[in-house]
């Protein structure tokens, strides 16, 4: 599913234009530390609390969706959970487009063909996991909330790695608002080794990678691969390139990242499909989710 960027232009590129010039390495190094000593909040917080935080906040980089993220939450598992009964039979294959599944490696395009089947990355536990995963993905944009209050540029939108050029085909990457961002314009001094895989990078400062701390240090039951979706959910240009354009940082992949990218797929196109939807989560529906969610996350340390 394609996301729409003729719509109301101006908010979503102003958003994209000071992500592109702010997000340095040394903006991404300096806030990365300071959410690892400051707290959100004394106290750890349930779900329940962290979606009636943010009730009333819209995503400004989101060219699909005008409601709130409380909204988005409950449609995206609402999405999940209606898809998860047939998710394990699902082809691996069927979540590329051919063009797409020709261009990854040859040696990834063979190891997908025999798993053939998403049954054999998605057991049934994780099965159960992606409709939690999917009620929480985004709680992460608590960070333009007090006492934080970060601009929205730098929490929502597409990640992307630093010190490495900005993939052209990145939301308005043609209106070169990097250029001024050496982080983004030049290979930089970093030591990104090939296939060493994107644990070992940095990215974009972001709510993606801030959930994906905040859940390591919860006390979850989730397993890495939930966790792993967290943190790449954004990361666009590598799991859902346009089409015809090229995967950005296949490269620096690892066995790991390719193994989980079909998951990245499939996350991606609930996280999209619900925002187009008019699934419908009733108040008895809602306590379902949180209470299915609370099983496997029963408080978060913001
Ligand atoms: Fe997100
Ligand atoms: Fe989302």
Redesign the pocket.
């Known amino acids: 599913m394609k996301r729409n960027y003729d719509s109301e232009k101006s908010r979503v590129e102003e958003t994209y234009q000071h992500m592109y010039e702010n997000q340095t390495l040394k903006y991404v190094l300096h806030h990365q530390n300071r959410i690892k000593t400051c707290r959100f909040n004394d106290k750890d917080m349930t779900i329940r609390e962290t979606l009636e935080l943010l009730d009333h906040f819209v995503d400004e980089s989101d060219p699909d969706i005008s409601d709130s993220q409380t909204l988005h939450a409950y449609q995206t598992a609402l999405a999940m959970r209606s898809l998860v009964n047939t998710t394990r039979s699902i082809k691996i294959r069927d979540l590329f487009s051919e063009s797409d599944f020709q261009s990854l490696p040859e040696i990834v395009q063979k190891e997908y063909d025999e798993l053939h089947l998403l049954s054999n990355l998605v057991d049934e536990e994780l099965c159960e996991q992606l409709i939690c995963i999917a009620l929480v993905?985004?709680l992460g944009k608590i960070l333009c909330l007090q006492p934080f209050n970060y601009p929205q540029w730098s929490v929502v939108g597409d990640t992307f790695v630093i010190g490495l050029p900005l993939p052209l085909h990145s939301p308005y990457a043609d209106r070169f608002y990097h250029s001024t961002n050496k982080d983004l314009t030049n290979y930089c001094d970093f030591e990104y080794k090939i296939g060493r895989g994107f644990d070992s990078m940095t990215f974009s400062f972001g709510?993606?990678t801030y959930m994906a701390d905040v859940l390591e240090r919860s006390d979850t039951k989730l397993s890495p691969e939930s966790i792993y979706i967290i943190r790449y959910?954004?990361l666009y240009c590598f799991h859902s390139p346009p089409d015809g354009q090229p995967r950005a940082y296949g490269k620096y992949a690892s066995k790991k990242d390719w193994m989980n990218l079909p998951l990245l797929k499939l996350f991606s196109e609930c996280d999209l499909y619900s925002k187009k939807s008019n699934l419908e989560a009733h108040e008895d529906i809602r306590e379902e989710l949180i209470a299915m969610a609370e099983k496997y996350i029963p408080t978060l340390k913001f």
């Open positions: 993905h985004d709510h993606d959910h954004s």
